[in-house]
């Protein structure tokens, strides 16, 4: 009995670090170059919050800053309902550049994010690990200097999120919209 409760954590901790190798991260990663103002563009993600809420979700703005630490403050403004809401988050940096670790203090779960692709003046590719006692799953985010990208960065966002095992009704391109994105400081 003890061997085999053993042997699935034991798989179960395999797979979970399989699944946090197989997500790349940018090549020669440049932490300072991903600071300032980025826009959501688009979300992909197999959590349930994310089916309940899919209907009802716009673009955001997202400002990223760097700590006296070395860490990444993120700090993110959405329109939820008649109101601007602000969600700030520390990103902790581990050894491997370009990859971060986050506790959600509100849900205790456990973010492994990965800077996947960027070219820092034009998008940002972002992937997440998110693992809680329910369970895990996997979100990728799209960002962009500007409210819109070129229909290739589109497609690369929905096949790299294809290639993490979303499905297209786990896909969105945000709606843009003008509110909350002057608040966003």
């Known amino acids: 009995m003890q061997?085999?409760?053993?042997?699935?954590?034991?798989?179960a901790l395999l797979r979970t670090l399989h699944a946090q190798?197989?997500?790349?991260?940018?090549a020669d990663f440049q932490q300072d170059k991903l600071t300032g103002r980025w826009y959501s563009i688009g979300l992909a993600s197999n959590s349930d919050w994310f089916k309940e809420k899919r209907h009802l979700m716009k673009m955001c703005t997202t400002i990223i800053s760097t700590t006296a630490e070395g860490n990444l403050e993120v700090t993110s403004t959405y329109p939820k309902g008649d109101q601007?809401?602000?969600?700030?988050?520390l990103y902790t940096k581990t050894e491997q550049p370009g990859r971060f670790s986050y506790t959600s203090p509100r849900w205790g779960s456990k973010?492994?994010?990965?800077?996947?692709?960027?070219?820092?003046?034009?998008?940002a590719l972002v992937?997440?690990?998110?693992?809680k006692s329910t369970g895990s799953s996997t979100m990728v985010l799209?960002?962009?200097?500007?409210?819109?990208l070129s229909p290739e960065r589109?497609?690369?966002?929905?096949?790299?999120?294809?290639?993490?095992?979303?499905?297209?009704?786990?896909?969105?391109?945000?709606?843009?919209?003008?509110?909350?994105?002057a608040d966003a400081a």
């Open 3 to 11: 061997a085999t409760l053993l042997g699935i954590v034991g798989l």
């Open 21 to 26: 190798d197989s997500i790349p991260v940018q």
């Open 84 to 89: 601007c809401v602000t969600r700030n988050s």
């Open 111 to 123: 973010h492994n994010v990965h800077v996947v692709e960027t070219n820092y003046k034009e998008y």
């Open 127 to 131: 992937a997440t690990q998110i693992s």
């Open 142 to 148: 799209l960002y962009g200097r500007t409210k819109e």
């Open 154 to 181: 589109l497609e690369m966002f929905t096949q790299f999120s294809r290639e993490q095992g979303l499905t297209a009704d786990e896909i969105l391109i945000l709606p843009q919209t003008d509110k909350c994105m």
